[in-house]
């Protein structure tokens, strides 16, 4: 086993819990906003990089927090429009973030839409049945500090279309949490990385460029919709009826649509403003026209914008992704009914973007038995 730090990420401290412990250790009240610019603005990855501090207070800002608590184990670049970081984390779990473009039509690549996805656990309980992620099952939690640094990460990177460094952040158009992990089962520490990300001491990272997506735990839906800060609500549905979403989503027995359906009314009514409904197209499960038509019903009902996603095969599930047509046929279900539909054209296929598949992979790899050293 390699030492573990047991350290507590600087990364996932807020302006107030910093000023505190600074605080007590007799430190002017600026001092916490130097600190976290050096972290957020200037992107400083070494205490002693942080020169307008004294040495005394660089060696125990040292032993008493961990700067940033990831390491990048690689980036893969994808030869389509996807990028994935593998981050390693203090007690050797990976975790994935994946970088999205998504070309503009009349400009070149480096003027795509960029989103970031990032993951909020290692593994995850939720068990779907077409998921990699769920597959062995929840390690633990991530911290907000964990999930903080993997935005860091992302800016720390080159771009490989612009060969800069993504300083900014801002240069990216949404932050998607759909990656490994059921985001509402880690609320509280969810909360205070967006809170973190969110902050003029921080990232500084808009609200509403922030989406969240949930398998659909009910409570944390309506916790959620009582948040100050306004993110936006995705709805991971993939069955628009009990009978089906029930067989590929456990969550569904618990929460089922007339727990689920009221609960993201209530959201979107608070917020004013649109949810939106993923649905994975997955061959003679749930891509037959009447699970097409209820969706339809479903929609328009809340008043929702539905996102039709083709499945990524998983090595290992017997599950695969419809015909173009059958996929097109679905769609125009909905499309005839003017809800607003985007049939999604998946990208990183080849990097294994679906949640979970790099990681699994990786592990794997790891797991399997090597040569002793010479
Ligand atoms: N737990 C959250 C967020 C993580 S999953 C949720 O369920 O929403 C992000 C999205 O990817 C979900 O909609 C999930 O159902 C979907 N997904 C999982 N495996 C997939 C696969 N193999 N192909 C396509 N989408 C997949």
């Not at 973030?97 to 993951?119: D, M, N, W, Y």
């Not at 609500?233 to 027995?253: C, F, Q, W, Y």
Request: neutral net charge; charged residues 25%; aromatic residues 6%.
């Amino acid at each position: 086993m390699r030492f573990v730090p047991t350290l507590p990420p600087l990364t996932g401290e807020t302006l107030e819990s910093l000023s505190e412990r600074l605080r007590e250790r007799g430190e002017p009240p600026f001092r916490a906003r130097q600190i976290l610019d050096w972290v957020y603005k200037k992107r400083a990855r070494s205490w002693d990089e942080m020169t307008n501090l004294s040495k005394d207070l660089r060696s125990w800002l040292a032993q008493t927090f961990d700067l940033i608590p990831a390491s990048l184990l690689y980036g893969k670049q994808s030869t389509d429009v996807t990028d994935k970081l593998l981050l390693e984390l203090r007690d050797q779990s990976l975790i994935e973030t994946v970088i999205i473009r998504a070309p503009q039509e009349g400009v070149g690549l480096e003027h795509s839409r960029k989103t970031i996805c990032i993951s909020t656990q290692v593994g995850c309980a939720m068990a779907c049945a077409f998921c990699a992620s769920g597959l062995a099952g929840l390690k633990r939690d991530l911290s907000a500090g964990e999930i903080v640094a993997q935005l860091l990460h992302v800016c720390y990177r080159e771009d490989p279309l612009t060969a800069r460094a993504d300083r900014e952040l801002a240069s990216f158009d949404n932050i998607v949490v759909m990656g490994m992990g059921e985001p509402l089962a880690n609320y509280d520490n969810l909360i205070r990385a967006l809170t973190i990300l969110n902050a003029d001491w921080g990232l500084g990272f808009g609200a509403r460029r922030i989406t969240l997506s949930t398998s659909g735990l009910v409570p944390k839906i309506l916790k959620l919709a009582d948040e100050p800060l306004g993110f936006r609500l995705a709805i991971s549905l993939h069955g628009a009826t009990d009978e089906v979403r029930e067989k590929i989503m456990p969550v569904n027995k618990a929460y089922p649509l007339a727990k689920l359906l009221p609960a993201i009314r209530t959201f979107s009514e608070k917020h004013g403003r649109m949810v939106t409904l993923e649905f994975i197209l997955i061959e003679d499960i749930n891509d037959a026209l009447d699970q097409a038509e209820h969706l339809r019903d479903i929609a328009r009902d809340l008043h929702a914008h539905v996102n039709l996603i083709p499945y990524n095969r998983v090595e290992g599930l017997p599950w695969k992704r419809p015909s173009i047509a059958r996929q097109e046929r679905f769609a125009d279900v909905l499309r005839a009914a003017r809800i607003p539909v985007t049939l999604r054209r998946e990208k990183g296929h080849d990097i294994d973007a679906a949640c979970g598949q790099l990681r699994l992979r990786t592990e794997k790899d790891r797991s399997a038995p090597t040569p002793a050293p010479a």
